[in-house]
């Protein structure tokens, strides 16, 4: 009866494996773009490949265990054996396996270095330790630091409960704000020393290097605000330059955009305009 129901657990358990891998926070995110969301695709075909290939294996070696058994009267042999079949088999299948995958990886890798027809672009620039956003073209340029609540919440002997800090260490003060279903080109380079600008709702992760010019680009289907992180070890600091992406819709965008630009004149010294309002924000999960 135990048996039993052990049994059946773990049969609830199998089935409901598939479900769970795409719901797992441990999972890639299927994000919020077309290239994020093929390449979710393409992690859980090969996860899945993997775990055929895995429970091919373990079952012959589980059946030979069980099969040739001493306890049987199983004697091992001694006699070295040949198979030209079974080594081509197991020469072609992976073969097969290896050209399904690798051509429509191919074909999404040529897509996200694929910058052409962009609608926006937008020059990053990595600094020791925050990020500086100029729009081309646009007359809009801002540095983003890390939000004043994390900033001192993080610091040695505050007497700050990081638990209490909403958005702890992923926030900023200035985030980046961008339209929904336009292709942003971006322009990544480096000020001091390699930093690594990740996003993984969008799938962009690309290196500014210092005296080097990467490029990428995203198109994010969906409002909402995106986080990510410097993904390359930069210094003492590395871990508190987060981004924060604000997608809202284009009507939003273009008010924003001229309120930047007013400021941005004012700031210069031009004519006289109404001081720039906050950045927008929008609500959403990645």
Known sequence: MFNRKVATVLAGLAFAAPALAYESTYNLPVGATDISARVYGLHMMMFWVCVAIA???????????????????????RTLTHSTNVEVVWTVIPVIILVATAIPAARTLIAMDDTRNSELTIK????????QYEYLGKGVSFYSTLATESNLARQLNSGIDPRTVKDYLLDVDHP?????DTKVRLLLTGNDVIHSWWVPDFAVKKDTIPGFINEAWFKANRVGRFTGQCA????????????VVNVVPKAEFATWLATQQAAAKVAAGGADAPAAAPAATTTGTP
Do not use: N
């Open 55 to 77: 429970a091919v294996v373990f079952a012959a070696m589980i059946y030979s265990i069980w099969k040739f058994r001493k306890s049987t009267g199983a004697v091992a042999d």
């Open 176 to 180: 980046l704000v961008v339209p929904v």
């Open 232 to 243: 390359e070890l930069c210094g003492r600091d590395h871990g508190f330059m987060p981004i």
């Open 124 to 131: 990053v620039v990595g600094y020791q330790w925050k990020w």
